[in-house]
């Protein structure tokens, strides 16, 4: 959902590298004056003074400003990160989820069209079903960034629907805990998603994203329905691909009827039937010799959620693998962390084909232009560093 990082929750598990932000604003002007100031801004916006209640007594968390400053890097590829996050016990553990909730999600299918594994892969990541929801109190940490100089604005909004969830009377406020970035509940909405596209669907009159499951797993589907979900669409199907191709049309900007992949040679791995028209795009997550799928318009709303594409397409798999497909084919690609990427984009850098950041995140940036490298050296342009590439980027 637009996170200004993954959650708290999976940060834990996944991230490896530690790389300072590069913010350095400084906090001026105390703490206290300054939430004295937002009530005042929160009624003038229209909320009750019983809402407005709710931050009396709240005291900055300097935890929250480190743990945002301290920017973790997420630098995982898609195999170790889908070993860790999609595996047979998550993939157990969902199916028995669906099995136990069957009437909720036929009632849900019914109504938005998210089949069952997709909402189940979001709530297995982001809390393992509820088990992590994160314990930090929501308002404070809201009121911590949005007092705080980095993201003020942004948290400031956050803070203020923070403030309309307690109004609208969906939890108490001391109710109102997740991990330190704000986000809330089973499947990590932040306040402004939360207040947008929660449902009340046990009937019980409150939104209650924490402890009821209906609610969570209708708004989980309402919020990807409102992203553009089409019914009864895939999202993902891992393929076989051809020894040679134009590597370069693996790009999810270049999509093509599924007829015209078969045409090169592309294969559905698990034989299913797709209509031959539907739009698809390649996706070669570690490059050529890497996992390969082809990824159809329901994988741009996983995009819209949370826009690390390792992270989504993580998901998405995981989801296909709930829906019974079966283990993807691994091929031999070797991943690239934190410090080899940043060595990478040190290199790419040094010849003109980047222009980002070195920040040793392997994303759509850095990737576009291990593309480029490799058109301009005459290597296969998959888009994933290998060590000829290396070698030649090191080569003057
Ligand atoms: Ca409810």
């Known amino acids: 959902m637009k996170k200004p990082l993954l959650s708290a929750v999976l940060a834990a598990a996944l991230l490896t590298g530690v790389a300072e932000s590069g913010t350095a604003c400084t906090n001026t002007g105390s703490f206290d004056r300054w939430l004295t100031q937002f009530k005042a801004e929160a009624r003038k916006e229209g909320i009750s003074p019983r809402a407005i209640a709710a931050l009396d007594g709240v005291t900055i968390d300097q935890s929250v400003i480190g743990a945002d400053r301290k920017q973790s890097v997420f630098s995982q590829s898609f195999l170790e ?64 960034l949005a007092y705080d100089c980095r993201r003020p604005e942004k948290f400031r909004a956050e803070l203020m629907d923070a403030l309309r969830i307690v109004e609208r009377g969906d939890m108490p406020p001391e109710e109102m805990k997740g991990p330190w970035a704000g986000e809330m509940g089973q499947t990590q909405f932040v306040a402004s998603i939360y207040l ?48 040679h191709m134009d590597w370069a049309e693996a790009d999810l900007n270049i999509e093509k009827p599924v007829s015209e992949w ?43 959620w949370n826009q690390s594409l390792v992270y989504c397409t993580t998901v998405a798999y995981l989801a296909s693998r709930i829906d019974g497909a079966p283990a ?69």
Not at 85 to 97: D, H, L, V
Not at 206 to 233: M, T
Not at 287 to 292: L, T, V
């Open 196 to 243: 947008k596209y929660g449902v009340d669907f046990d009937g019980d009159g409150r939104v209650d994203l924490i402890r009821s499951v209906p609610d969570v797993l209708a708004s989980s589907a309402n919020y990807l329905n409102a992203l553009g979900w089409r019914r009864g669409e895939p999202w993902l199907k891992e393929v076989r691909i051809p020894e």
């Open 262 to 304: 078969e045409r090169k040679g592309v294969r559905i791995a698990d034989g299913s039937k797709v209509p031959g028209s539907l739009p698809a795009a390649l996706l070669l997550p570690m490059g050529k010799n890497g996992p390969a799928f082809l990824v159809f318009q329901n994988f741009k709303v996983f995009l819209e």
């Open 328 to 396: 993807v084919t691994r091929g031999h690609a070797v991943g690239f962390g934190y410090e080899p990427t940043k060595e990478l984009q040190t290199l790419l850098r040094g010849r003109g084909f980047y222009d980002g950041e070195v920040d040793g995140k392997l994303g759509l940036a850095t990737r576009a232009s291990v593309r480029k490298a490799q058109q301009k050296f005459g290597l296969p342009a998959d888009a994933y560093p290998s060590p000829e590439l290396i070698a030649r980027l090191q080569s003057r």
């Open 81 to 144: 990160f889908s070993d860790r996050m999609a595996n047979k016990n998550r993939i157990a553990a969902g199916s028995g989820k669906i099995a136990k909730n069957k009437a909720i999600f036929q009632k849900i299918d019914e109504k938005w069209g998210v089949p069952a594994a997709v909402i189940t892969a979001y709530w297995a990541l982001e809390t393992d079903f509820g088990a992590n929801n994160g314990n930090q109190s929501t308002l404070r940490s809201l009121a911590t």
